[in-house]
């Protein structure tokens, strides 16, 4: 049996336990919040319930074993994600203040951060080159409303 | 209308310049997507999805499905040429593909994988057609405690079958259940999970969820890629021809592959993927030299592209006869669909002959199209194979957060990608399948809404789901496959 805590199978406990948690969650709010009915006539906290208890059953069924179990740490780039997903608040938050062009601009500078390719150059042709192609696309072609630049105040 | 009728019908219809435009659409789209590694037909379709708002459910339903068999054209470019397979289907061709690229005749791999993926999407248009009008026959005899038992059914094939570990598939089917009960309760009008959000009134949106599950993670796994390298001479003209003894072997691999594609296509559950794996073992198995498979056997390029085009063409049987997707992308197609007010089922075929029909021609014309398109634009494919990654995620990105936007004009949309894209990131990295959660998220209230008709007509007595000889046999079939894999999985464990 293993002991050493790194190599134990992270993954699916964490994930079993979190799924878990949400299904009792999901469960605990539908029996207190929704009327559960009888099973002739459910009501809309019946289904809800069953699946939120259901999912914590699931949970710990995936998370109790790998307790007993190693495994290789998953490999995914905790950077990229990071970039990613900040790109897409920079834009979505920024659309409406700082208008298109700019929003997206920044959003693919934050985006191309972890490029495997060094240099600011690029980066930046790439962000003119995509705001223009948005520009024509977006605002010219489809004709979005949407305010292409800032606000003046 | 009979069958010939009706082919006659479809042809017609989607031979309209108003619905070919979508068809050629999507099927050049979807090559372009699947050349390119690090984005399958799955995410394809989910940056697609918002303009199928501003066109007719017929021509959206041609265009979606053209993206997902165009994918598989693309992705075997990709496979054979760089052995970077842009969609799971296309893995297998790079066994052999890749060798025979290697060896120089990339030519004959790429003649060999598009004339095979012809033919399979042709047999498997036969088979839809043959399926269909006898299931949904069938089918409109099946009630509400029928249609429940069924969708359980396919939820339990899909998580069980060819998975690693059920547990870990079913918590994603019933995670999309659940996230299937957002908004508001069709029945009894009242909110459920909405937390005082008016956005999520209507549910959470299929659009937001499918890009931030597919889209957003699949840029995230490929961020880092480097610049790609891989057989990139000029190919064209004569070297796409086979030599006589390279013809004379491709038949047989496209007869097995594309009856195996069309099978396993039409079951719940199982889809493309398995297919071509199964096509090629087959193939491997029956040849009197199987040594040469893994070495460029061109039987090995070609009996698996003909299985995943058959299998994704009678993947349509159960999604448009009796409501139900069998895999992930055709719960999207069904998604799309059920936006449009649009509810396949068996009466589908006698009340929108023009969906059902429409859709079977297309398929042929949409083959055809990129049987005669992609052999002279094939320089093209190979061109963008050297676009790199880094210079496409930023503007995949972009356009995927204003497609989102256009659905409703609402920026909670895009925030709302974001915070399903980490969720997805964080699924990818305990190794859950979103794809499950999907197919869960978008069956949910179908299930739900026969669940509760279903008990209401047994008068709250669960026994009404085995009293139907049809749901009754559902349920067994469901019990079935679940002891089955509790008994693999208790073998496996034994084993160790």
Known sequence: ?153 | MTTWEGLLYGIGFALQPAVLIYCVLGVVLGTFVGVLPGIGAMAAISLLLPITYYITPEAALIMLAGVYYGAQYGGSVASILMRLPGTPQSAVTSLDGYPLARQGRAGVALFTAMASSFAGSMIGIAVLVTLAGWLSHAATAFGAADYAAMMILGLVAASTIGSSSPAKGFAMVVLGLLLGCVGTDVNSGVQRFTFGRTELLDGINLVALAMGLFGVAEVIANVRDPDRQGVTERIGGRQLLPRRDDLKRLPGPMLRGSALGSFFGALPGTGSTLSSFLAYALERRVSRTPERFGEGAIEGVSAPESANNAAAISAFVPTLTLGIPGDPIMALMLGALVIHGVQPGPLMLEARPEMFWGLVASFGIGNLLLLVLNLPLIGIWVAMLRIPFRWLYPAILIFLCLGVYSVRGLSFDILAVAAIGLAGYLLALARFSPALLLLGFVLGPLIETNLRRALLIGRGDPMVFLDRPIAAGFVLATVGLLALSLVQVWRRRRAR
Request: hydrophobic letters at 60%; a positive charge.
């Open chain 1, 1 to 153: 049996m293993q002991r050493d805590p790194m190599h134990r199978d992270w993954p699916d406990i964490l994930g079993g336990l979190a799924l878990a948690a949400i299904g009792a969650a999901a469960a605990g709010w539908a029996l207190a919040q929704y009327d559960i009915g009888t099973l002739r006539r459910m009501g809309p906290g019946f289904f809800p319930a069953i699946l939120g208890g259901l999912l914590t059953v699931l949970g710990l069924v995936v998370a109790l074993p790998a307790l007993r179990r190693r495994s290789d740490a998953p490999g995914i780039e905790p950077l990229a994600a990071l970039a990613v997903l900040a790109a897409i608040l920079v834009f979505g938050l920024g659309l409406f203040r700082i208008g298109l062009v700019a929003a997206t601009a920044a959003a693919v500078l934050v985006a191309s951060l972890p490029a495997p390719r060094p240099g600011w150059g690029w980066r930046l042709a790439l962000a003119a080159a995509i705001a223009l192609l948005t520009v024509v696309v977006f605002g010219l072609g489809l004709r979005m409303s949407l305010p292409l630049w800032p606000r003046l105040p």
